[in-house]
T-cell receptor, first 115, second 116 residues
Framework: EAGVTQFPSHSVIEKGQTVTLRCDPI?????LYWYRRVMGKEIKFLLH????????ESGMPNNRFLAERTGGTYSTLKVQPAELEDSGVYFC?????????????FGQGTRLTVV | AQKITQTQPGMFVQEKEAVTLDCTYD???????LFWYKQPSSGEMIFLIY??????QNATEGRYSLNFQKARKSANLVISASQLGDSAMYFC?????????????FGSGTRLQVQP
């Protein structure tokens, strides 16, 4: 069974440019999450999809970030325009119905560097 | 506010010895799940072990065990008989069930280095 897949694995862009990250969750997982880890700090929640609906987007830092999950399958996270502080590793995770003990399966992350 | 604290940014341990990675948390929720993840240099996040807030016994999974002290709000990970392959970042995470958010909340992580 394929795991959570993210691409690109690395992206280096200039300040002001646009970048789109993609996440393919495990097949059958309706719940999809985006997280971000800025260097040396904790992994922070960005948002949570249930199928194609945004269940919780309280962690999105500002309106330069736009997440979509059309059709309830893969998801994209677009940063436009990118700023230096957006640099970090962006993780995607998916799970079945999130009960207390439900494991979240993570992708390998996209390392974004804004220069 | 719910917060998870991992006070050890880095730890060293000799191969074959045991090591304890600390995790404390702050919450008023009664229902929560505790998770530990390992992130090797390759980047993927690997689930290690889970403990529920109502579980009376400490969780164990092979060489991993969780020292859960509910009254002290701590959930330390114990790795026995460390191996070189255990060198990685380790994250403590929680799912707080009373607040409605179903995403995990993470600590800042501990980098473990196992020395031969």
């Amino acid at each position: 069974e394929a795991g959570v897949t993210q691409f690109p694995s690395h992206s280096v862009i200039e300040k002001g440019q646009t970048v789109t990250l993609r996440c393919d969750p495990i097949s059958g997982h309706d719940n999809l999450y985006w997280y971000r880890r800025v260097m040396g700090k904790e992994i922070k929640f960005l948002l949570h999809f249930v199928k194609e609906s945004k269940q919780d987007e309280s962690g999105m830092p500002n309106n330069r970030f736009l997440a979509e999950r059309t059709g309830g399958t893969y998801s994209t996270l677009k940063v436009q325009p990118a700023e230096l502080e957006d640099s970090g590793v962006y993780f995607c995770a998916s799970s079945q119905v999130p009960k207390m003990n439900t494991e979240a399966f993570f992708g390998q992350g996209t390392r974004l560097t804004v220069v | 506010a719910q917060k998870i604290t991992q006070t050890q940014p880095g730890m060293f341990v000799q191969e074959k010895e045991a090591v304890t990675l600390d995790c404390t948390y702050d919450t008023s929720d009664q229902s929560y799940g505790l998770f530990w993840y390992k992130q090797p240099s390759s980047g993927e996040m690997i689930f290690l072990i889970y403990q529920g807030s109502y579980d009376e016994q400490n969780a164990t999974e092979g060489r991993y065990s969780l020292n859960f002290q509910k009254a002290r709000k701590s959930a330390n990970l114990v790795i026995s008989a460390s191996q070189l392959g255990d060198s990685a970042m380790y994250f403590c995470a929680m799912r707080f069930m009373d607040t409605g958010r179903r995403a995990l909340t993470f600590g800042s992580g501990t980098r473990l280095q196992v020395q031969p």
